[in-house]
Structures are given as structure tokens and as C-alpha cells.
């Protein structure tokens, strides 16, 4: 499904209404309320006919659609309305439970889904709901000019018959692109990865927000919630993709019944799921012990892949970071009906344990589940499966594994498991006419590799990255991909000032983390790109050569960790922030 062309379609029938609400002397502004791909309800501002103040197209349109379903849930609908909400009207949103908003202008006077206010991704509310802003944007903001510019020249040449409607309603100018020129006040793009253990993503946006419009109030502020493909990547393309999320009970990585969810969305080139393998095998499932990090397993993520198959994602991405699991994703494999057997034709046991007893695998039945599927890999992780750099080696002491070099589960012998694990992976591939050049490597430009034992990433979440190899599976930069999911290069064509910003800046995150992520794609159209940050590390050379500007500790007084990581320290540090940020981007233009 096209989301974007869908949209403008629904669009052009607010646009319509809106129309409708001229011809009868009101500001001209639509709405129309769309379920199951149907419009259910329609309605034009009537303010002033009905005197009424909460006549407002969208607030009208939301209670017809209610009428029309049967209940005041307004579940499973997106509102199409042709200039951004009042506070009321995205008020009515939460409270009726929309799962999206899409407008056309931006009101910079009321604004309340992303300009002045968010009530869209308010923590404090009990609600949060999508939205998509700018949807033939020019053309809501030219019937808004045209209806105001005529009431001036009515005015000004004493007509006897004017419009009954004053021109309280929101400025909508048109604004300049950068390429013709500065614009007279900053439009700042917000694309923050979250601030882990204190803030989600749109939280720290929406304080960063009120920080820059305290200190510049004719200020344009955007929020696009980022990832880089780990934690915060299903948050991400829900809020930019209109997603819906879906919850189920599922293997944890302890054999113990977990509840994870992930993310149906309708994709540029058809529906697309996203998985966080944290959700069903993440760390904190684990008590970190050798036994538990033995028996770990990431059936439960099969699990996630085989409900979002079944449920017609013809794309999945995997974001599979944060794992508790060394198994080479030999459960996932088990979970999508692979058969990996011990030598008496019975299945192996869980976790890198079992791995001792493989004997066989045939990757037939999850071939066939997928068959007509891609699978898309999250990840910058360049570990191969074995070896120095191995899954066991690196990641597994974290996990809780003990690599006593004397003992029976050294890391020769654990690492003797996974090479075995991955000859026979290369087996059953070859079988099922991979053939001996395989599939494509992430770190060669997409060439074909020979064994899935070197190649880079296939070491990622404890081998998971093997497994999803052997299916066929690409592996690209997390934050790139998720980037392109967002749209963020559309957003960042109407912006004047990029604003990144993580827990922490420092050597790593130049190494594809999602602050240097945006920061390229935003210096290649030569936006300057300010970060905020909780903390930093003495040298960052390597991110500034990367494409940031500027890095902005958030710390506003002498804190201990914990007080930083408070949500409400948190809040006012990033507000305060946010405040730094446009007042040196305004300096800089003196």
C-alpha cells in the first residue's frame, strides 16, 4: 500500500470540505475521518455559522465518526484535517483514542501535534497517537492565504458584503525553502534518539521543543522520533509510519512465557513488520548466570517472525540488539520449523548447549514460511560468527558465560560449537540451492560469501545474525535504514537547523549510531546539526569529522548519575537545552 499516495488522497477530500466551509464565509479548513481505508465521517469549521466554539472541522468530524461506528473509540481511525490541531481538537484525539493524525499547515499560533504542544506523545497523558505532518501542505496553506488576502481587499475597498469571520484564525505563511534564503525565523528539525534509562525518544524531543520556543517563539519546531536499529527503532517507524503495534505471548529466552510486541506498518513497496529481538530474548529476561546464558534461546523471536508472516509482512526488518542468547539463533530457526537434530534424529536441546549435540539441519520448512518474504537485518555490528572477534568471545562474558580457559566450557570448546553450528548452516544451505557462494555480505557491497562463519555481522545478537543469513536475509546499517523508513529525508528538505542528541556521545557513536546517521544525510544538504547530550567524551574528533557541528552537554548544575537520569531532572536539562541550541543557531546569523 502506497501510505504516502493514500494520504494525499484523503487529504484532497479535507481539502474539499474545506471548500465547503468558504463558500459560507468560514475559515477554510477540513476534516475527514478515515476506518478500515473508508471515510466514515466528513466535516467543515462552522464556528461562526453555528456559533458554536468547538465547531471546528476536526472536533466535528471525530464526534460523527463515533455516531457512525457505535462507540466513542475511535480506534482503528486516522484524521485527516487541513491545518494542524488546536489544543481542544488534539485534546479529543487522546481522548478518543485515534491511532493517527495527518495535517496539512502548520499553525504556528495553536498548533498543538508538534509546533507549540505535543499532546500526541505526552508521557503524562494516557494516550499516544501518530502523526504526519505537511500532507499537501502548500495547498492547505494557499486556500487559507486566499480566503484571508480576500477579506483584506473586501475591507480596504468598503464592500458592503464581507465575509462574517474576523481573521482571528492562525497565521499560515508560506514559507521559503533553504535554497531560497534564510527563513525569517528557524525551522528546526528534532531527530533525537532516546535517552536510555531516563527518556524515550519523543520525550526528549518534546522538552528539547519547549526549551527553543521559550527562547525563539516564532520558531518552526519538527519532531521525528530516530534509531539506529536498536532499542527504540518499533516506537520509531510506528510514529512516522502510522503502525499498528502488535502484542503477543511468546518462548523467552529461559523457556518461561514473555509478552513482546512488534510493529505492522503499511511500507512504501507493501506491509512491512518490524522486530526488536530484545522484546522476546532480550538481556533483562536473563539473570546473567553461565547456566542461564547456556541455556538461552531466541525461539521467541522466531516466534515474533512466524506471527508477523502469517499476518502478510512481505518485508521484516529485525532490529537485534540487547540479546541474552549465544545460540547462533538455532531456536529462532526451531520456532520458523527448521529441523536441527542430534544424532538420533531428535531435535537439540535449547541454547548454546544444544549446539554440542547438532548433528543436522535442514532449513527447508522455514524456507518455505518465507518464501516470497525479505528479511532486512538492523545492525553495524561487524562481528563475524567464530573466533577472536566471535559471538561467545566478545559478547559472551556480557551474557553472563564464564570462558574459563581450563574448563569444559572454554572458549575453545563454546567456540568449537558455533564452527560446527555454522559448517552445518553452510550444509543445509547449499542443500536447499544456496549453492557454496551463498548469500550476500553486508560489509562487501553485497557480494556473495562462501560461509557464514566470517561474514561481518553474523556474529550480531549472540549469532542471530547467522541464522538470519542462512534464510536469505540483508544486512544493512541499522540507523540508514531507519532513517529511510521515517522519511527523514523528506523533513529534513523543509529545515534550517538539525537537532541530534543520545544519553551519551562519544567514540562509538561515530561508528553509524543515529546522531551521526542524521548528521551526514544533513550536512550532504549543508544544514548545520547541533547535539545534545548527557554526557561526552573528551576527544570527539571523530564525530565532528563526521558531520556534527556542535555537541552540548544537557547537565545544568552539579548532579549525581541517578538525579540525571530522573525523568524530571531529565526534562528540565534537555528543556534548558533545547533553549542553548536555538540561541547559538540565531547567534551565528548576527
Known amino acids: ?51 458554536d466554539p468547538s465547531a471546528h472541522a476536526e472536533f466535528s468530524a471525530m464526534l460523527a465518526a463515533a455516531r457512525a461506528l457505535g462507540r466513542w473509540r475511535l480506534t482503528g481511525c486516522t484524521v485527516y484535517v487541513t491545518l494542524e490541531p488546536c489544543p481542544m481538537c488534539a485534546g479529543l484525539m487522546v481522548n478518543a483514542r485515534v491511532d493517527r493524525c495527518v495535517y496539512g499547515a502548520r499553525d504556528p499560533k495553536g498548533g498543538a501535534v508538534g509546533t507549540l504542544y505535543d499532546l500526541s506523545c505526552d508521557s503524562r497523558l494516557n494516550h499516544a497517537f501518530a502523526v504526519r505532518s505537511g500532507v499537501l501542505e502548500e495547498e492547505c496553506a494557499a486556500q487559507l492565504r486566499e480566503f484571508f488576502g480576500s477579506l483584506r481587499a473586501a475591507r480596504r475597498d468598503g464592500a458592503s458584503e464581507t465575509p462574517a469571520v474576523e481573521p482571528d ?62 532499542e527504540g527503532t518499533l516506537d520509531a517507524v510506528s510514529a512516522a509510519l502510522g503502525g499498528v503495534s502488535r502484542t503477543l505471548e511468546v518462548a523467552g529466552p529461559l523457556g518461561e512465557p514473555v509478552r513482546a510486541r512488534y510493529v505492522r506498518a503499511d511500507g512504501p513497496d507493501g506491509p512491512i513488520a518490524v522486530i526488536e529481538m530484545a522484546e522476546a530474548a532480550g538481556i ?22 512466524a506471527d508477523a508472516v502469517r499476518g502478510g509482512a512481505e518485508t521484516v526488518y529485525f532490529a537485534i540488539g540487547g540479546s541474552a542468547t549465544s545460540d547462533g539463533g538455532a531456536g529462532f530457526l ?4 527448521a529441523r536441527l537434530l542430534d544424532a538420533a534424529g531428535e531435535p537439540i536441546g535449547p541454547g548454546l548447549a544444544g549446539l554440542a549435540d547438532l548433528r543436522s539441519i535442514d532449513l527447508g520448512p522455514a524456507l518455505e514460511m518465507l518464501s516470497g518474504r ?39 570448546v563454546l567456540d568449537g560449537w558455533m564452527v560446527a553450528y555454522g559448517r552445518l548452516l553452510d550444509a543445509a544451505r547449499a542443500e536447499r540451492g544456496a549453492g557454496a557462494e551463498g548469500g550476500a555480505s553486508p560489509a562487501a557491497g553485497g557480494r556473495r560469501f562462501r560461509s557464514v562463519l566470517g561474514v561481518p555481522g553474523a556474529g550480531a545478537a549472540g549469532g542471530l545474525g547467522a541464522a538470519l543469513l542462512a534464510l536469505g536475509a540483508q544486512m544493512v546499517s541499522g540507523a540508514d535504514a531507519v532513517l529511510d523508513l521515517v522519511g527523514f529525508d523528506a523533513a529534513l528538505a523543509d529545515a534550517d537547523l538539525v537537532v541530534v542528541g543520545e544519553g551519551a556521545i562519544d567514540g562509538q557513536t ?3 549510531k543515529a546522531p551521526v546517521g542524521v548528521a551526514r544525510r544533513a550536512k550532504r544538504r549543508g544544514r548545520p546539526v547541533i547535539a545534545v547530550a548527557g554526557s561526552r567524551a573528551e576527544d570527539l574528533d571523530a564525530v565532528y569529522r563526521a ?43 548576527l
Do not use: W
Not at 526451531?334 to 520449523?337: C, P
Not at 573466533?387 to 574459563?404: C, F, H, I, T
Open 374 to 412: 525479505l528479511l532486512v537485518v538492523l545492525s553495524d555490528v561487524d562481528n563475524p560468527l567464530v573466533g577472536a572477534r566471535g559471538a561467545v568471545a566478545v559478547y559472551g562474558p556480557q551474557k553472563g558465560l564464564a570462558l574459563d580457559p581450563d574448563g569444559t566450557c572454554g572458549l575453545g
Open 334 to 337: 526451531q520456532a520458523l520449523g
Open 169 to 230: 484564525a492562525p497565521a499560515v505563511s508560506h514559507r521559503p525553502s533553504p535554497a531560497s534564503g534564510p527563513a525569517p525565523t528557524p525551522r528546526v528539525l528534532l531527530a533525537v534518539d532516546s535517552f536510555k534509562d531516563s527518556l524515550s525518544s519523543a520525550e526528549a524531543e518534546r522538552h528539547i521543543s519547549r526549551g527553543i520556543l521559550h527562547a525563539c517563539p516564532g520558531a518552526e519546531v519538527r519532531c521525528l522520533t530516530v534509531a539506529d536499529g536498536g
Open 284 to 305: 533483562e529476561y536473563s539473570p546473567r548466570t553461565h547456566e542461564a546464558a547456556l541455556r538461552a534461546s531466541t525461539r521467541g523471536v522466531g516466534e515474533l517472525l
Open 1 to 51: 500500500m502506497d501510505t504516502c499516495g493514500t494520504d494525499e488522497r484523503f487529504m484532497r477530500e479535507a481539502l474539499a470540505e474545506a471548500a465547503r466551509a468558504a463558500e459560507l464565509g468560514e475559515v477554510p479548513i477540513g476534516a475527514v475521518v478515515v476506518y478500515d481505508g473508508q471515510v466514515i465521517a466528513r466535516a467543515h469549521n462552522l464556528r461562526e455559522h453555528d456559533e
Open 510 to 512: 561515530a561508528r553509524g
Open 547 to 589: 558531520g556534527i557541528d556542535l555537541v552540548l552537554p544537557i547537565i545544568r548544575r552539579p548532579m549525581t548519575l541517578g538525579e540525571a537520569l530522573d525523568p524530571e531532572e531529565a526534562a528540565e536539562n534537555l528543556r534548558c537545552a533545547g533553549e542553548a541550541v536555538v540561541r547559538v543557531y540565531l547567534l551565528g546569523r
